[in-house]
């Protein structure tokens, strides 16, 4: 019996030197592939780092912007504002005023694209203290963009009323709102330059694109705010560029 329980207890050593054995052959293993993957995720690290500040410094750059609409920067936080304020019924709630900023965010993301415009200028337009404060807004936002120079456009045709607040303003007013509220806009953000551009919309006669790029010649200024520009926008396939061309 002894024998047999000294050839048991020999079995166990060995299974322990065994497992042992194989336990240090594995850590050692770990440790080479720890080893072998430490330059590599070192290099990872440093390339991490460089790309974080390249983008810092990608963001410190001043920045140009030339092609950006006015009435699709507009956010859902700010029409909310003005729709609280002018107390508009929005067809896409029910025909009520909205009560929650997420509402509006809703009703923008269902409201097919090209319309989407045709809801903001119905609940900024016709409104020339409305006009200001939009550009005023928008001159904030270029500015935490690190956007430095900007030629904004919009069509002041739309923008001049709103069927939704039974309102209305002239062209020329809009155009004089937006120059007040780019200023003061540029005011609070030093070295910024901010333009116009004055949309003609395709798809509209062409007596109705002549009379404002008529407005655009009559209002066009180098002051900060001010008319650069002409734009003609809209659907370039159906109504091409040789139809407004005299």
């Known amino acids: 019996m002894a024998g ?6 020999g079995q166990l050593v060995v299974a322990f030197l065994l497992l042992s054995t194989c336990a240090g052959g594995r850590q050692q293993q770990q440790h080479r592939q720890q080893q072998q993957q430490q330059p590599h995720r070192q ?19 001043p920045r140009v912007e030339l092609h950006v609409h006015l009435d699709g920067a507009v956010t859902p936080e700010l029409l909310f504002q003005i729709a609280g304020q002018r107390r508009l019924l929005l067809p896409g709630l029910g025909g009520r005023v909205p009560v929650r900023v997420e509402e509006v965010s809703e009703l ?13 200028n119905e609940v900024i337009g016709g409104s020339s203290e409305v006009a200001a404060l939009v550009a005023e807004r928008f001159v904030d936002f270029q500015a935490d963009n690190g956007v430095f120079y900007t030629e904004v456009r919009y069509d002041p045709v739309r923008l001049a009323r709103s069927g939704l607040a039974n309102s209305s303003i002239s062209q020329l007013e809009v155009v004089q709102a937006v120059q007040r509220g780019l200023v003061a806009g540029m005011q609070r953000h030093g070295g910024m ?11 509209q006669p062409a007596t109705a694109c002549l009379a404002l790029a008529q407005l ?19 659907d370039e396939r159906d109504f091409p560029n040789g139809a407004y061309v005299k």
């Open 108 to 120: 923008l993301k269902r409201t097919p694209p090209w319309q989407r415009f045709d809801l903001v």
């Open 43 to 61: 290099q990872q690290k440093q390339q991490q780092q460089q790309h974080r500040q390249q983008q810092q410094q990608q963001q410190q750059q």
């Open 216 to 234: 655009a010649a009559a209002t066009r200024s180098p002051e900060h705010g001010g008319v650069v520009g002409l734009d003609l926008a809209g």
């Open 4 to 9: 047999v329980l000294r050839a048991a207890l």
């Open 193 to 203: 330059q901010v333009h116009q551009l004055l949309c003609a919309m395709r798809g």
